[in-house]
């Protein structure tokens, strides 16, 4: 019997964004051409989309992390992401099997 399990899901509450950088997943996945989960909205997939979020400090949408094994640049660091400090928001990581870690080594 093989046996299923929901990726991990972190609701963080959100707060109106005081100071920082705000950045739009809705417009960075436009930018970026992202995919589209039905459940999540768009979707980063690679460390160049992950990048792009450096420097940010309220993430406005969801943040999904979705990284399969046949992606030629997979998610491996969490480091772009070591400044946010809200996500409006759920915050999804799965099938990442190249990030090791999850506070940003």
């Known amino acids: 019997r093989r046996e299923q399990t929901a990726p991990a899901t972190v609701h963080v509450p959100s707060t109106p ?8 997943i809705g417009q960075l996945a436009a930018s970026l051409q992202l995919p589209n989960d039905s459940r999540y909205g768009a979707v980063l997939q690679t460390q160049t989309q992950l990048d792009a979020l450096s420097g940010c400090v309220h993430v406005d949408g969801n943040l999904a992390l979705v990284s399969p094994g046949s ?3 997979p998610i491996v660091s969490l480091e772009p992401l070591r400044q946010v400090l809200t996500v409006s928001g759920v915050v999804v990581v799965r099938d ?9 080594g």
């Open 17 to 24: 964004p005081s100071t920082g950088t705000v950045c739009s």
């Open 96 to 104: 990442c099997a190249e990030l090791a870690r999850l506070d940003g």
């Open 71 to 73: 992606i030629s640049d």
